[in-house]
């Protein structure tokens, strides 16, 4: 794989001379979904699939990206003189969002580069593509650019900004602190307040987790997206005139049940409602997987997904037919959605002598539901984003 990508960068850009190869992982949240907004707990972790990329500097002043998974749109080249969001480049604006990004927090490039890259996380999935092409940039302008002041969670805080600011989606911080700060068969347990996190090991002795991707790609996503960020926030700043909080994260739920009332909008209550709860069970669920308690581990799941469904409303019809199916099978301890919503993957934790039944079975189920077919992962937990040579 690595010397198809170096022929094809040889190709486009003349050699492959000094060219430096990079990679940075997709993710998958375990527990704590649509906290990381709310200054609450997530628990995700880096994947083993991700994003490739070749990059080396250039002399003049020019900016080329090239994808080798969607090789139709050629080599986008980009002007540092002007580097606007604009749409035909399409996919070229997460790396181009990071270069924004650096240069409107003083780190401005002084030159161009040329950049190939090519990634195996599935299409739509949620597993954090765009994340994972946006740390990866981060991490080729520091090496390539000598900026080396920034640390890891620095270039997680530009992927967010430039993904907010650049590419109009008011995502936390979740996706890509978890691409730039995995570590091999950890799971990162991050109080998204004030970014302190811990790594919590995952040691499954008789199980596996296992991503299953409904192939669904609801269009909604990053409108619905802010919406739900909005409502939360105007709970919050309901609930704020009689509680000193910061984040529905500080709240548990006695304190949130005895003063919900004050929200005064039965949608924006349930929206933190889950938020709380949500936040209580991950906290929970860390615990118990410390304390060797897989069991309790997967009930959160299940929680966390009714939760995410009745009360938050960013399923959609596949991914319950999914978890559904699932929770029928006995060895599944667990399964709920993952990421953003409507639609992508579910994530399930299902005993080893299960797990084929599990794919046989939910596979056949969804695709006579659904009419097309879903797609099994076993997840491999790897480390952050980084250079590779
Ligand atoms: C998306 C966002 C994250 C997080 C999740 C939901 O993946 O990018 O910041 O909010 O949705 O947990």
Redesign the pocket.
Known sequence: MKETLFAKFAELYGDDNDARFYFSPGRV?LI??????NGGH?FPCALTIGTYGIARPRTDRLLHFYSMNLDHFGVVEVSLDDLSYQAAYNWANYPLGMVWAFAEKGYVLEHGLDMLIWGNIPNGS?L?SS?SLEVLTGVVLRDLYGFDALGMTDLALYGQYSENNFNG?N?????QFAVANGKKDNAIFLDTADLSFEYAPVVLTDSKIIITNSKVKHSLVDSE?NTRRSECADALKALQTVLDIKGLGDLDMETFEKHKSVIGDEVKERRAKHAVAENQRTIEAVAALGAGDIERFGQLMNQSHVSLRDDYEVSCEEIDILVDLAWKIPGVLGSRIT???FGGCTVSIVKNDSIDAFIETVGKAYLEKVGHEAEFYTVEIGDGARRLS
């Open positions: 949240n704590g979904e649509h906290t990381d907004y997530v949620g954090s994340a989606c995502c936390g911080i979740m996706d997206y990421g953003g919503g």
